[in-house]
């Protein structure tokens, strides 16, 4: 019950971070440059892939998928941990998934991102961490 709770958490956290960015992608100022001379300039560019497209609309786009890969995570594990939690815990390659995308945005916060994801992240990777050492502790391991 601890460990299903502790997966819940930390698909909690998750999915309020991609909730909250999803919303500052599309609301508010908070992803704009602060520089008005570079988003006119990220506006009007197009990256050497494509003419087919800005890096404005890029950018728009990559945040808004990011915000949804979170939303997923936090949706898919926290459903998993309440409503198959025999499930989850039974499946090594859930669990590892799980352990190796949160492991991950702790790395991608870490080198690109600021303090307040960071923060969000580690917090959500000690409580699927804990969730792991709890299940292998009433179990015997993993499966």
Do not use: C
């Amino acid at each position: 019950m601890l460990a299903t709770l502790l997966i819940s958490a930390s698909g909690s956290v998750i999915l309020a971070l991609g909730l909250v960015h999803l919303l500052y992608t599309f609301v508010g100022t908070k992803l704009l440059p602060r520089d008005e001379a570079l988003l006119t300039a990220m506006q009007a560019a197009a990256p050497n892939l494509t003419r087919k497209t800005t890096m404005w609309r890029a950018w728009i786009g990559f945040n808004a998928s990011h915000s949804n890969g979170a939303i997923l995570f936090g949706l898919v594990y926290g459903y998993l941990a309440l409503a198959h939690a025999s499930f989850l815990f039974q499946s090594r390659f859930l669990l590892l998934v799980g352990l190796a995308m949160l492991v991950g945005y702790v790395f991608l916060a870490k080198l690109y991102w600021f303090s307040i994801p960071l923060r969000g992240i580690a917090l959500a990777t000690a409580l699927y961490f804990a969730a792991l050492v709890v299940n292998q502790a009433s179990t015997g391991g993993l499966q």
